[in-house]
């Protein structure tokens, strides 16, 4: 796929799914950006604002295989990586994959989860693969985690350890609809007559593969390379930050900063585009100093004041 094809390709999916996902354009965007970056993706938000549907839907749209995991204190590793079982007929024991053996995976309520079946999670995450039984089993490609978790509800669950965190691309809220957009939502609903909605596969996983290759070809400047290490270097001298921004973050953001390009319809990316992606892709990365929680600064606040702090390289 040639690089200016992404850009219609993939406004194309966006426009398909916003038939159903109402007045959530750019977080719409932002999930489509992350996708084409090859990341994966953790929406932070109140129950009931179409995470899961947002998941389905572009999974539907782009026309790859989808499963949903319920994440509960109880749930094993083997119960997400899968298992062997013993195949009578064959006299042999034989793999029975489990849900992470898809391209899009959402993890519904992450957070619930023991840190041992975080831990397989992570695997997945990081090499593309699972062990199960001491063998290594290669996940099928492309392969996008797409996690939730309630910002406010902590009581029996187990917060993400930091080195999970960083392996989330980019960490999203949805929002509350606006009056408007919730009459639209109901009528919506009311048109359809039922509750299931159905869109038109757009693609493949063979598709999305080419254009992430395509992706490749976006042009970074010297200066904007500069640029990020700039905000990321900024995070670890912060006087509020404990621990600051790993290469990791770097590399997410150059990453999404070039897909965005594409998403776009631009070959080379531009200081707006990291400007636009800094707090999405860094915030979650970062361990505040405590003093920070009574004042209410939050970790956005300390990128967004980063990134405004620095001055912005002109690119010929």
């Known amino acids: 796929m040639l690089l200016h094809d992404v850009g219609d390709k993939a406004n194309e999916i966006i426009l398909e799914v916003s038939k ?4 959530k354009d750019n977080v719409l965007r932002r ?6 970056a090859g990341g994966h993706i953790l929406f932070e938000d109140y129950p ?6 947002i998941a389905r839907c572009f999974a539907q749209v782009l026309g790859v295989e989808f499963k949903r995991i319920q994440f509960t204190p109880d749930l ?4 997400i990586t899968g298992s062997h079982i013993y195949n009578r007929d064959r ?11 898809a391209n899009i995976v959402l ?6 989860a023991t840190p041992k079946t975080q831990s397989a999670l992570l695997e997945a995450m990081q090499e593309g693969q699972v062990s199960i039984a001491g063998d290594t089993q290669t996940l099928p490609q492309p392969f996008v985690v797409i996690a939730t978790q309630n910002p406010i509800e902590y009581e029996g669950t187990f ?6 965190l960083d392996r989330f691309m980019l960490r999203l809220g949805v929002g509350y609809p606006s009056k408007e957009e919730e009459v639209d939502i109901l009528q919506r609903r009311l048109d359809r007559k039922k509750d299931d909605v159905q869109l038109k596969a757009l693609g ?5 593969l080419a254009m992430r290759e395509a992706v490749e070809s976006v042009f970074v400047d010297p200066d904007i390379e500069r640029y990020i290490v700039s905000i990321t270097a900024g995070t670890r001298s912060h006087q509020s930050v404990l621990v600051g921004v790993s290469p990791r973050g770097s590399l997410a953001l150059i990453k999404l900063s070039r897909a965005k390009a594409a998403l776009d319809g631009r070959d080379f990316v531009i200081p707006d585009d990291v400007k636009d992606l800094a707090a999405d892709a860094l915030a979650h990365r970062l361990i505040l100093s405590p003093e920070l929680w009574s004042r209410r600064v939050t970790d956005r606040d300390v990128i967004e004041g980063i990134v405004q702090s620095l001055p912005v390289p002109k690119i010929p």
Do not use: H, W, Y
Not at 31 to 36: A, S, T
Not at 107 to 112: A, G, K, P, Y
């Open 91 to 101: 006299g042999e024991f034989v793999l029975s994959p489990g849900p992470l053996f």
């Open 20 to 23: 159903v996902i109402v007045g």
């Open 204 to 208: 493949s996983g063979d598709d999305l």
């Open 48 to 53: 009931g604002l179409a995470k899961t549907l």
């Open 76 to 79: 094993l590793p083997s119960d």
């Open 107 to 112: 993890s519904d309520e992450i957070n619930r």
């Open 159 to 164: 917060p993400l350890p930091e080195a999970q």
């Open 31 to 36: 999930v489509m950006n992350g996708i084409l």
